[in-house]
């Protein structure tokens, strides 16, 4: 195949990107906000929450690699992973909005609302998430295209990341207007379109150039046995788990530190203003990564992302705003190296599985997806869980233990997964992808 030649037009480029924004626009919300939408709004026990997280992501154990299947077993005149954008791009909008209804229904009636949405919203997720990333390696055959690419969808993934993350809870109150529930009904909706939008602009504008038809419909027996053979796909997998695993555990306690140790919500909006910062994380990775590799530079990235921690850990226990903004701003050109990575660095593993005999960029692809759902349930299971067990009460002050909580949650837990994240890191084999060795 050829190297050198670039493929793609800026058209194709920012439209690729933009399906990554479009995508965010919901998972921000999911990630930030969903769990204090359904302790401080809807109103279910942080313990209730807890469980529908964990059942969640015991659903997403099947789900994302079935979505993988789907794309590795469908036939279209448009390819294997850009048709998802044009199936699922509705159902998946309306499973967002629904996800953040709130009927006039009984406590049990509530419950089971917010199972129902909560895991549709999960699988129609990994219908238009997952084809971001398994399309990618099919658009090109050109490394530092590839890379060029990469970095172009986290960019304008990073950008939607943060402007919902600060501009939310604004949102929130100009449409409500002092309620809660209509603002976030409103919000959610009106995110809801401009996805809408953005995914099917990707549908039109994309093209997948580069597949095998002699080994992309493989028997799923050859594509599981090749998925088990790929051993750093498999470390890459755990990585990608413990990087979502980290971020959805700070991003869902973020709203209570700040409402509940600083007795300020309105700091949340403030304090995210700082996380622009992994949009420079993300521009670093095209200089670093084409003159020191991948791994390096999502090792630097971790490293940088540990370093924020660490001062952010300090301007907790000094109780100090300066502080703990410039550890968010630390802190978040590391997120934005790691996370600009990931597709980046599967696309590699997915043409490395070519050597294995198959081209199954569903399969691989559901690494990152099933990172994803499986690190948001599990940090909201931990975050929710640890509230439960201290004795939260929403919207009241709160006691010493759950304080305690919130403190470990924002500071010690995710400090002791970036040391994980580095320690496993270490042993991934970026020569053996590469064909180096």
């Not at 088990?228 to 498999?234: I, M, Q, V």
Request: aromatic share 14%.
């Amino acid at each position: 195949m050829n190297k050198t030649k670039w493929r793609t037009s800026w058209k194709e480029r920012i439209s690729y990107g933009l399906s990554d924004a479009a995508d965010n626009l919901v998972f921000q919300m999911m990630t930030t906000y969903l769990l204090f939408f359904y302790t401080d709004i809807f109103g279910l026990k942080p313990a209730q929450a807890a469980l529908l997280f964990l059942i969640a992501r015991v659903a997403d154990v099947i789900e994302s690699p079935l979505v993988g299947m789907m794309i590795d077993r469908t036939h279209s005149r448009y390819g294997k992973s850009r048709p998802f954008f044009l199936w699922f791009a509705f159902p998946y909008v309306v499973a967002a909005v629904l996800t953040f209804v709130t009927p006039n229904f009984s406590a049990g009636g509530k419950l089971v609302w917010a199972y129902a949405t909560y895991l549709s919203l999960g699988f129609f997720y990994s219908t238009v998430n997952l084809p971001v990333t398994s399309v990618l390696p099919t658009l090109s055959d050109n490394d530092r295209e590839l890379t060029l690419l990469g970095v172009i969808r986290q960019f304008f993934g990073s950008s939607v990341q943060i402007f919902v993350a600060v501009a939310t809870l604004p949102l929130v109150q100009f449409f409500g207007k002092g309620n809660e529930q209509r603002g976030f009904l409103w919000t959610i909706i009106l995110f809801g379109l401009i996805s809408l939008v953005l995914i099917l602009n990707t549908f039109f504008h994309i093209k997948e150039r580069f597949t095998q038809p002699a080994i992309a419909h493989q028997p799923f027996r050859k594509i599981f046995k090749a998925a088990f053979a790929n051993k750093p796909w498999l470390l890459f997998s755990v990585i990608i788990f413990l990087f979502w695993l980290v971020t959805a555990i700070k991003n869902q306690t973020t709203v209570y530190y700040f409402k509940y140790v600083f007795h300020d919500q309105n700091l949340v909006a403030r304090a995210n203003i700082f996380t622009f910062s992994s949009l420079i994380g993300v521009l670093l990775i095209i200089r670093i990564a084409n003159r020191c590799g991948n791994k390096r530079t999502m090792m630097s990235g971790m490293w940088i992302a540990l370093c924020g921690q660490i001062i952010l850990t300090a301007g907790s226990l000094l109780h100090s705003l300066p502080l703990l903004y410039a550890a968010i701003t630390i802190n978040c050109i590391g997120q934005g190296m790691i996370v600009g990575l990931i597709s980046i660095m599967i696309a590699d593993l997915i043409r490395y599985g070519i050597t294995l005999g198959v081209q199954a960029e569903g399969v691989f692809s559901s690494a990152s997806d099933f990172g994803v759902n499986l690190g948001l349930g599990i940090g909201g299971l931990i975050t929710a869980g640890l509230f439960d067990l201290s004795g939260y009460r929403a919207n009241h002050l709160q006691n010493a233990e759950t304080l305690r909580m919130i403190h470990w949650n924002y500071t010690w837990i995710p400090l002791a997964i970036y040391l994980l994240m580095i320690t496993l890191f270490h042993f991934y084999d970026e020569r053996l992808v590469k064909g180096e060795k």
